[in-house]
T-cell receptor
Framework: DTEVTQTPKHLVMGMTNKKSLKCEQH?????MYWYKQKAKKPPELMFV???????INESVPSRFSPECPNSSLLNLHLHALQPEDSALYLC?????????????????FGSGTQLSVL | GEDVEQSLFLSVREGDSSVINCTYT??????LYWYKQEPGAGLQLLTY?????DMKQDQRLTVLLNKKDKHLSLRIADTQTGDSAIYFC?????????????FGQGTTLQVKP
């Protein structure tokens, strides 16, 4: 299994709603990532989890709250979002993170959740 | 600072070769990657090259790396309509591989029948 599965595929929410995005992988990867991608732009890193601990937070607003319940699952809790937060949210995983120079940290991406905030 | 640049658009005829170019700035990059993104989908790793290599071939894909000029290219032979997508070049940066990728802006490849 070389898949990263994200749910839901599409989400529409109001600015007062609370919702969660989910991501799952069964490749035994120990690093998981959240990226945000606006249309026609490259993905921007938001968070990195390594061995279920938050390793990187790229100064993401607190209305985005990541959670890593176990090594296979990654959630992104959303609360009080703004319309400018509408984007494709991509989850990715890699075998390891922050390893040796020779390590090739190939990222495997999910298909994303297309989020619209009204 | 770290920067990866690509041209934004390339149009080719089916059956022709496509060459997508990328320049990067971080000379300490250990790996350079090419990702493909089809509409409404996530990124698919196409191929990668280690920085001590000049060339890597994988079926219809050929990656060329000119480390002196910090120039990377992806050649797709016999381009098909299914190759139409956005192609992102990316470098991994930092001492040790931090898993932090710096992506280019993406090149939209349009393949005409």
């Amino acid at each position: 299994d070389t898949e990263v599965t994200q749910t839901p595929k599409h989400l529409v929410m109001g600015m007062t709603n609370k919702k969660s995005l989910k991501c799952e992988q069964h490749m035994g990867h120990r690093a998981m990532y959240w990226y945000k991608q606006k249309a026609k732009k490259p993905p921007e890193l938001m968070f990195v989890y390594s061995y279920e601990k938050l390793s990187i937070n790229e100064s993401v607003p607190s209305r985005f709250s990541p959670e890593c319940p176990n090594s296979s699952l990654l959630n992104l809790h959303l609360h009080a979002l703004q319309p400018e937060d509408s984007a494709l949210y991509l989850c990715a995983s890699s075998q390891d993170y922050g390893g040796e120079v020779s390590t090739n940290e190939k990222l495997f991406f999910g298909s994303g959740t297309q989020l619209s905030v009204l | 600072g770290e920067d990866v640049e690509q041209s934004l658009f390339l149009s080719v005829r089916e059956g022709d070769s496509s060459v997508i170019n990328c320049t990067y700035t971080d000379s300490s990059s250990t790996y350079l990657y090419w990702y493909k993104q089809e509409p409404g989908a996530g990124l698919q790793l196409l191929t990668y090259i280690f920085s001590n290599m000049d060339m890597k071939q994988d079926q219809r894909l050929t990656v060329l790396l000119n480390k002196k000029d910090k120039h990377l290219s992806l050649r797709i032979a016999d381009t098909q309509t299914g190759d139409s997508a956005i192609y992102f070049c990316a470098e991994s940066t930092g001492s040790g591989n931090t898993g932090k990728l710096i992506f280019g802006q993406g090149t939209t490849l349009q393949v005409k029948p």
